[in-house]
């Protein structure tokens, strides 16, 4: 299965109803994120795009950047893994890097993504205890759609000029 990789990620929170878990994430955007969605270059003015794109099936798995010893049975206890139903909402957003004083910006990525696995939220719960804040990786195995890309339609909506003219 073809795989995409977030860097930097934080999980904000997950969310549980009866048929599924949502997980919040924001994460670095990167340009093989870009390229792999085949969103192109982003408008190096607007501050908050909405992406389209969307993958669907296969599994999450979370990794944090330093990770723990080994088990005994083989397993690393921090990092969490699930099945993946669709991991979509894509929105960027422009922001000041630390400590640059305006002189250099960075893009975050913000997205869900959902699991029908049953226990997907107590691991993520375990996750955020033994975790916390720390950043760390996102792979995302995916099912392809019609095309050799994740479900994409290519385009970016600026949402910051959408609310300033509504």
């Given at each position: 299965?073809?795989?995409?990789?977030?860097?930097g990620?934080?999980?904000?929170?997950?969310v549980?109803t009866?048929?599924?878990a949502?997980?919040?994430?924001?994460a670095e955007?990167?340009?093989k994120?870009?390229k792999?969605f085949?969103?192109?270059?982003?408008?190096?003015?607007?501050?908050?795009?909405?992406l389209d794109?969307?993958l669907?099936?296969?599994?999450?798995?979370?990794?944090p950047?330093?990770?723990?010893?080994?088990?005994?049975?083989?397993t690393?206890?921090?990092?969490?893994?699930?099945s993946?139903?669709?991991?979509?909402s894509?929105?960027?957003?422009?922001?000041?890097s630390?400590?640059s004083?305006g002189?250099?910006?960075?893009r975050?990525i913000d997205?869900?993504?959902?699991?029908i696995?049953s226990d997907?939220c107590m691991?993520?719960?375990?996750?955020?205890?033994?975790?916390?804040?720390?950043k760390?990786?996102?792979c995302c195995?995916y099912?392809v759609?019609?095309t050799g890309?994740p479900?994409?339609?290519?385009?970016?909506?600026?949402?910051?000029?959408?609310?300033a003219?509504g």
């Open positions: 299965m073809p795989s995409i990789t977030f860097v990620v934080e999980l904000k929170n997950c549980r009866a048929k599924e949502t997980f919040h994430f924001a955007y990167t340009a994120v870009g792999a085949e969103w192109g270059d982003l408008n190096e003015t607007c501050k908050k795009f909405t794109g969307s669907a099936g296969g599994t999450m798995v979370l990794e950047k330093e990770t723990s010893q080994k088990t005994m049975d083989g690393k206890p921090d990092v969490m893994s699930v993946l139903t669709t991991c979509d894509f929105t960027v957003t422009r922001l000041q630390e400590g004083k002189k250099g910006i960075r975050r997205f869900c993504a959902t699991s696995d997907a691991k993520a719960e375990k996750w955020l205890q033994l975790i916390g804040k720390m760390a990786s996102l195995e099912r759609l019609d890309a479900n994409n339609t290519g385009s970016a909506v600026d949402v910051t000029n959408k609310a003219q």
